[in-house]
């Protein structure tokens, strides 16, 4: 089964301003794949509209299927239905080539700050037709440095997930009662649980899972680092 469009009266429900601006840089997914994650980025450039022109310039190759501006504005450049090239190389649950799995979302940030309270209600009136369009469930909603741990970092530490599980648009984070002393193999074992099945060091992947679930972590892995598990 070919991918499917997404219905149009869906786009009756967004009440901000979805501007199209096509990017050469996409193609059919392959297999015959439908999207079934949400993959967050930021664009760490100086602004939305230079994203816009770096992810339509065929020189570039790379592209993503929206860019959400500070100001709220969307601009979508691939079809939800069609490959963008926002992913590259990684792995999610196991599964590879995410350009052909996931629809990408750029967010208009450069990593160093909070995001706007307009981007943000954008991005949520965004994802809510968009899950139910595809029938992505909220766990299926990630970062880029979910995927890719070591290489990219994005959507970063400011990013605020816990209000995206607050209304299930993303998962909130597990987490154990139980005290665990910092052990890395029982830690990798939970990331995996989790879905960090990519292949990393240890302290990248131990970045990845607190730019996620725990962003005001640092040093060695702790305690609190192995209280993040499927263990509630």
Not at 50 to 78: F, N, W
Request: proline share 9%; net charge neutral.
């Amino acid at each position: 089964m070919g991918p499917r469009p997404v219905p149009a009266r869906l786009w009756w429900l967004i009440r901000v301003a979805l501007h199209q601006h096509p990017s050469p840089n996409c193609g059919p997914r392959r297999d015959a794949l439908t999207p079934r994650f949400v993959v967050l980025h930021y664009t760490a450039m100086g602004s939305a509209q230079a994203a816009i022109e770096r992810l339509s310039d065929p020189a570039c190759e790379v592209s993503a299927h929206y860019v959400i501006c500070k100001t709220g504005a969307i601009t979508q450049l691939v079809g939800e239905g069609a490959r963008a090239w926002h992913a590259g190389a990684g792995e999610w649950r196991g599964l590879d080539d995410m350009n052909s799995r996931s629809i990408g979302i750029e967010l208009d940030n450069d990593g160093q700050g909070p995001f706007p309270e307009a981007l943000m209600h954008s991005l949520e009136t965004l994802l809510k037709p968009m899950l139910r369009a595809w029938d992505i469930p909220p766990d299926h909603v990630i970062g880029h440095s979910d995927m890719a741990p070591g290489r990219k970092l994005d959507p970063g530490p400011w990013f605020d997930w816990d209000r995206l599980a607050r209304q299930r648009l993303a998962a909130p984070t597990p987490r154990s009662r139980e005290v665990r002393a910092p052990d890395w193999d029982q830690f990798r074992a939970q990331a995996k649980s989790l879905g960090y099945t990519a292949d990393a060091l240890d302290m990248d992947l131990l970045n990845a899972v607190r730019l996620r679930h725990r962003p005001q972590g640092s040093g060695p892995l702790c305690a609190e680092d192995m209280a993040i598990s499927h263990s509630f």
